[in-house]
């Protein structure tokens, strides 16, 4: 299948010993979600190629601006086995850094709560444990989305391409794509915000570091809902959309949000 869009052997990778691994709680959150999902919705119109392919006229397949900049950008992470390879055991270290350090600043939070009589630390300490949930949850999603990718790399053709502005991507790079934007809102939002909670340890930097978690959460929605309703042929090879565990996620989060 090709997709025109207007205008605009990784087994001998070792990635890490530990797999690094509801409802919406607001109205504003749902509606985040559903405005994220529309911008995405981009015109297209689907070609019919390769043998026994049907493919409906007029059918839209979504893809947002930011996440075709991406895939451009990634290309050299698909020249072959051994660099998409890198960059999966790349994103699966930094998961692994992050899991490591949101369980050691839970571990500072209860020592403080045992030897200090005050409720900030103890109400932080009760919250901590979900909040570490929700990014295992969310990690791990990622992870498994990763681990497929690598697993499908040289069966990739099989599950369709896109084309744009002359260039043609495999619908698996443009997956990548999407998952690669993402992990911007780790880097960008939710490193600092741990790093900042972690020295300060306030209800105010831990409230920020569930909001950038939330945020993060919710971009992954979007990434499950899309591989739930249009990526039917990855499903089929094993492809697990994950929503109801990035919903738990969220969900876990807003029972942190609620216990500050």
Same mark, same amino acid.
């Given at each position: 299948m090709v997709v025109n869009i207007d205008?605009?052997?990784?087994?001998?990778?070792?990635?890490?010993?530990?797999?690094?691994?509801?409802?919406?709680?607001?109205?504003?959150?749902?509606?985040?979600?559903?405005?994220?999902?529309?911008?995405?919705?981009?015109?297209?119109?689907?070609?019919?190629?390769?043998?026994?392919?049907?493919?409906?006229?007029?059918?839209?397949?979504?893809?947002?601006?930011? $996440?075709?900049?991406?895939?451009?950008?990634?290309?050299?992470?698909?020249?072959?086995?051994?660099?998409?390879?890198?960059?999966?055991?790349?994103?699966?270290?930094?998961?692994?850094?992050?899991?490591?350090?949101?369980?050691?600043?839970?571990?500072?939070?209860?020592?403080?709560?045992?030897?200090?009589?005050?409720?900030?630390?103890?109400?932080?300490?009760?919250?901590?444990?979900?909040?570490?949930?929700?990014?295992?949850?969310?990690?791990?999603?990622?992870?498994?989305?990763?681990?497929?990718?690598?697993?499908?790399?040289?069966?990739?053709?099989?599950?369709?391409?896109?084309?744009?502005?002359?260039?043609?991507?495999?619908?698996?790079?443009?997956?990548?794509?999407?998952?690669?934007?993402?992990?911007?809102?780790?880097?960008?939002?939710?490193?600092?915000?741990?790093? $900042?909670?972690?020295?300060?340890?306030?209800?105010?930097? $831990?409230?920020?570091?569930?909001?950038?978690?939330?945020?993060?959460?919710?971009?992954?929605k979007v990434i499950s809902i899309r591989?739930?309703?249009?990526?039917?042929?990855?499903?089929?090879?094993?492809?697990?959309?994950? $929503?109801?565990?990035?919903?738990?996620?969220?969900?876990?989060?807003?029972?942190?949000?609620?216990?500050?």
């Amino acid at each position: 299948m090709v997709v025109n869009i207007d205008a605009r052997n990784i087994s001998s990778v070792i990635i890490a010993e530990e797999a690094i691994g509801a409802e919406v709680a607001t109205t504003a959150a749902g509606e985040a979600v559903a405005t994220e999902i529309a911008a995405s919705e981009a015109s297209a119109t689907l070609v019919a190629e390769g043998t026994g392919a049907a493919v409906t006229e007029g059918a839209v397949e979504a893809v947002a601006p930011e $996440v075709i900049e991406a895939v451009a950008a990634n290309r050299t992470f698909w020249q072959s086995a051994q660099a998409f390879g890198k960059w999966v055991a790349k994103e699966a270290v930094e998961l692994s850094f992050l899991e490591a350090g949101a369980r050691a600043f839970e571990a500072a939070l209860d020592t403080i709560a045992k030897k200090k009589d005050g409720k900030d630390a103890e109400r932080l300490a009760k919250a901590m444990p979900n909040i570490n949930e929700a990014l295992k949850k969310a990690n791990d999603c990622v992870s498994d989305w990763n681990l497929w990718m690598s697993r499908h790399f040289d069966t990739r053709a099989q599950y369709g391409v896109v084309q744009v502005d002359g260039h043609t991507f495999s619908l698996l790079e443009v997956f990548q794509a999407q998952i690669s934007t993402v992990s911007l809102c780790l880097t960008q939002k939710v490193y600092p915000a741990t790093g $900042v909670a972690s020295q300060s340890m306030t209800l105010n930097t $831990v409230k920020l570091l569930v909001s950038s978690l939330q945020e993060y959460c919710q971009k992954l929605k979007v990434i499950s809902i899309r591989i739930k309703d249009k990526e039917q042929k990855m499903v089929a090879a094993g492809l697990n959309d994950h $929503v109801g565990d990035v919903d738990t996620a969220i969900t876990d989060l807003v029972v942190s949000a609620n216990s500050f």
